[in-house]
T-cell receptor
Framework: AQRVTQPEKLLSVFKGAPVELKCNYS??????LFWYVQYSRQRLQLLLR??SRESIKGFTADLNKGETSFHLKKPFAQEEDSAMYYC???????????FGKGTRLHILP | DTGVSQDPRHKITKRGQNVTFRCDPI?????LYWYRQTLGQGPEFLTY????????KSRLLSDRFSAERPKGSFSTLEIQRTEQGDSAMYLC?????????????FGDGTRLSIL
């Protein structure tokens, strides 16, 4: 079954400290992995996807097929990073997106 | 372009009533998706269209739910005989065709509350 697991509902990190939001997935094929973000009072938006191999707002995520993980990382947290983060996947023959339950990231001053 | 637009933003209705939501996608996007999000959960896929054709429906979409995209532009999602469990945020997203090399752009959603 297709599944995305985000083990942390809430993650509190001090400003300037490293951030790692965990994501594990289950999919029998070659999925496409994403991180979506929702800032306060804003709509859900794409942060990054694994095929782009890019860094957005200082965030990166590496797809580890052996561990079926796609953790989101940032070396130095900023207060504006406080938001809800959703890990998501899509299958190789699907267009729908399967979302995790999300992790709320709270950056402490 | 103002992005994906959804109307209404909030809908409060009594159990048993019918409700209809509207989604206007980004104008050049021919794919349109509906998701439902309940408290503490991520969005869950309901259905999607390519132009006017409905290509996939989730098992979450009971026979009380129907979605249309008659001219391949805006879409409507109707829920008949609403139940308490239908209370949720209903999200619409759109993208260009070409699968997921094109990201999905989300609207603000319609929050449905069933009394």
């Amino acid at each position: 079954a297709q599944r995305v697991t985000q083990p942390e509902k809430l993650l509190s990190v001090f400003k300037g400290a490293p951030v790692e939001l965990k994501c594990n997935y289950s999919y029998s094929g070659s999925p496409e992995l994403f991180w979506y973000v929702q800032y306060s009072r804003q709509r859900l938006q794409l942060l990054l996807r694994h095929i782009s191999r890019e860094s957005i707002k200082g965030f990166t995520a590496d797809l580890n097929k052996g561990e079926t993980s796609f953790h989101l990382k940032k070396p130095f947290a900023q207060e504006e990073d406080s938001a809800m983060y959703y890990c998501a996947l899509s299958g190789d023959r699907d267009d729908k997106i399967i979302f995790g339950k999300g992790t709320r990231l709270h950056i402490l001053p | 372009d103002t992005g994906v637009s959804q109307d209404p933003r909030h809908k409060i209705t009594k159990r048993g009533q019918n409700v209809t939501f509207r989604c206007d996608p980004i104008s050049e996007h021919n794919r349109l998706y509906w998701y439902r999000q309940t408290l503490g959960q991520g969005p869950e896929f309901l259905t999607y269209f390519q132009n006017e054709a409905q290509l996939e429906k989730s098992r979450l979409l009971s026979d009380r739910f129907s979605a249309e995209r008659p001219k391949g532009s805006f879409s409507t999602l109707e829920i008949q005989r609403t139940e308490q469990g239908d209370s949720a945020m209903y999200l619409c997203a759109s993208s260009r065709a070409g699968g997921l090399t094109q990201p999905q752009h989300f609207g603000d959603g319609t929050r449905l509350s069933i009394l």
